[in-house]
């Protein structure tokens, strides 16, 4: 196992619920992972990270945490964790664990206990528990709403049966948020990430890691503008304005989604504070203590690039998911820039950037680059969505956008079935949505659903192969067949092989340790192109054929003319369609 192997790594990411299922009850589990890990080492991963799996009422899909060292019944046991973390090392396959720390389930011993023991018990501190305003408390402590719609704060009946205080959730009312100035939870969360890495975890994926601090005094706090559940835009629609993209800078004071600044003063109260670094400082050196390179990758919702980094100094995590990346549209221009900036901001603080395109709680991009409208991270899409675009266009966007990322050099994650070109599940009935976001807004936004639902292993199988019955908790498109992956194994020019290919070339040419130089490509404004190492790498993001000798200076002629090593689409040799990369020996 090599030498601060994150750095470089390839993390695929289980959403365990619709990963694979072995006991045919509709849920993905634990049993059915270990099952499936071979169909991973095939792919050419480094590492894996799992969604939560612990005990939990489900409001939630499992980010409503009852008890942080068990495993839900749902996904199995303790030895049905041990058996995959082991089956998963004798692969050379690392396991990351997801690990919610903004909040727990309202079903944690603790907060029934602090429910039981009333107003300013020890019980309590655990948690943001705050008397009402007006006369009699009966409003609300401030006016914050929860990132899946409606208010932030839930009133509680007291023992003697009258109305009592309110607990913050900035998120559904089944998981209140801890109050991370009380050093018993800090001891907790200390205790918990032990539990995992004497177990033989290699990592945590760290939910919420922009929360946990909220600005003292709880102040009243008014968006500027509408934003995506977690502050982010969710990428915006093709043919917007550049003006109106959500394109990353630098440049001090420019806010660049809405809802948070670029200023740590101009940040929401409960996103970004200065003392969450205290807190990963902390588990740094606690991780540290262990063997084997331990690591925190942080989901944090910040801008622009430059602060996002601070989440990532030598003695904070090891990674941030790159969310700028994820909601650059596909325009050339956008793409430079938001690749110079993630390799400055993060190598300004000795950190990989990170790359990634989809994952639990966005549309999954072969969808997302066809779409013609705006959508907001978090929102999701349905039936009654505008501007929903061609779906073979947003396939073909979607692997020339793969093939460019797997390109630059860092760390990338992937998320399960998009190696088999998954979209988004889109006419998902409304009596099956369980995204507390569809219920907390009534339905005006069908929130995440449509990139959970359960993927596809063998096209004639019960549940396309993700369990031997016909159980879905979700349930699955019939078009999915068609993109099972017994229908793409050994198939050239299929999505399955394309990702194959490319991670096993990024591999053998140290892509992900390269460096890049860009092209300038003036006369193809519409063109993407760079070095890394042997590799040239030249992506079309118009909508015309281009020539690559017309577009490619002179020293790059004989590589223009050449086989090559791997194509996002069809191509005739020398001639790039549109919404295609290629790669070229140089």
């Not at 990351?96 to 300013?120: C, K």
């Not at 033989?200 to 559940?229: C, M, N, Q, Y």
């Not at 290919?501 to 390269?514: I, V």
Request: hydrophobic share 40%.
């Amino acid at each position: 196992m090599t030498s601060e192997w994150w750095r470089t790594a390839v993390i695929y990411q289980i959403y365990p619920r619709s990963f694979a299922d072995a006991n045919g009850d509709g849920m993905g589990d634990l049993a059915g992972i270990t099952a499936r890990l071979g169909a991973l080492a095939e792919l050419g991963v480094d590492a894996i990270w799992l969604s939560p799996f612990y005990t939990s009422p489900q409001h939630d899909a499992g980010y409503d945490v009852a008890d942080y060292r068990d495993v839900d019944p749902l996904f199995g046991t303790l030895a049905d964790f041990d058996t995959m973390l082991a089956e998963a090392h004798a692969r050379g396959i690392r396991v990351i664990v997801d690990l919610v720390p903004n909040h727990s389930s309202n079903e944690h011993a603790w907060f029934q206990a602090a429910l039981a023991a009333g107003p300013g018990s020890t019980e309590r501190a655990r948690y943001l528990f705050r008397d009402g305003r007006g006369e009699a408390g009966e409003l609300p402590p401030n006016n914050w709403d929860s990132v899946f719609g409606g208010p932030a704060w839930t009133r509680v009946t007291e023992a003697d049966g009258q109305p009592g205080q309110w607990y913050l959730h900035l998120f559904d009312s089944s998981q209140p948020d801890f109050d991370w100035t009380n050093d018993e939870v800090r001891e907790e969360f200390r205790d918990i990430l032990r539990f995992w890495l004497d177990r033989g975890v290699d990592g945590f994926r760290v939910d919420v890691a922009h929360g946990l601090i909220k600005a003292e005094g709880l102040p009243d706090w008014t968006p500027p503008a509408e934003g995506g559940s977690m502050g982010g835009a969710g990428g915006l629609a093709d043919d917007a304005p550049d003006a109106e993209r959500p394109v990353p800078s630098a440049e001090p004071g420019v806010a660049l989604e809405p809802g948070i600044s670029s200023e740590p003063g101009d940040a929401p109260p409960f996103w970004a504070q200065d003392g969450v670094h205290e807190i990963y400082r902390d588990w740094r050196a606690l991780l540290d203590d262990y063997p084997g390179e331990r690591i925190l990758a942080a989901e944090a919702w910040v801008d622009p690039l430059a602060r996002v980094a601070q989440w990532v100094r030598p003695d904070e995590m090891h990674q941030s998911f790159n969310f700028a990346y994820l909601e650059t549209p596909w325009r050339a221009a956008a793409l430079r820039r938001v690749v110079d900036e993630s390799l400055a901001a993060f190598g300004a603080v000795g950190a990989p950037s990170t790359w990634v395109l989809s994952n639990h709680d966005v549309v999954r991009h072969p969808t997302r680059l066809a779409l013609t409208v705006g959508n907001l991270q978090g929102h999701g899409v349905g039936p009654r969505t505008p501007g929903i675009g061609d779906p073979a266009t947003g396939l073909r966007r979607a692997r020339a956008a793969t093939a460019l990322m797997l390109a630059l050099p860092g760390s990338a994650y992937l998320y399960q079935g998009e190696e088999l070109g998954l979209p988004e599940a889109i006419d998902l009935p409304d009596d099956a949505r369980q995204d507390p976001t569809w219920f907390r807004t009534n339905g005006e936004r069908y929130g995440r659903d449509g990139c959970r639902v359960p993927i596809p292993w063998e096209a004639g199988s019960p549940s396309f192969g993700f369990g031997p019955t016909d159980a879905s908790w979700l349930p699955q498109p019939a078009e999915w067949a068609d993109y099972a992956r017994d229908r793409q194994q050994g198939v050239p020019g299929s999505t399955l092989s394309m990702y194959r290919a490319a991670l096993r070339l990024r591999r053998e040419h140290a892509l992900a340790s390269g460096t890049l130089e860009w092209i300038e490509t003036p006369d193809a404004p519409d063109v993407v192109a760079f070095t890394n190492g042997a590799l040239l790498v030249v992506a079309n993001t118009g909508d015309t054929t281009i020539s690559l000798a017309e577009v490619l200076p002179d020293e790059h002629t004989a590589a223009a003319a050449a086989q090559p090593l791997l194509a996002s689409g069809d191509l005739a040799r020398g001639i790039l369609p549109a919404d295609t990369t290629v790669w070229l020996t140089r």
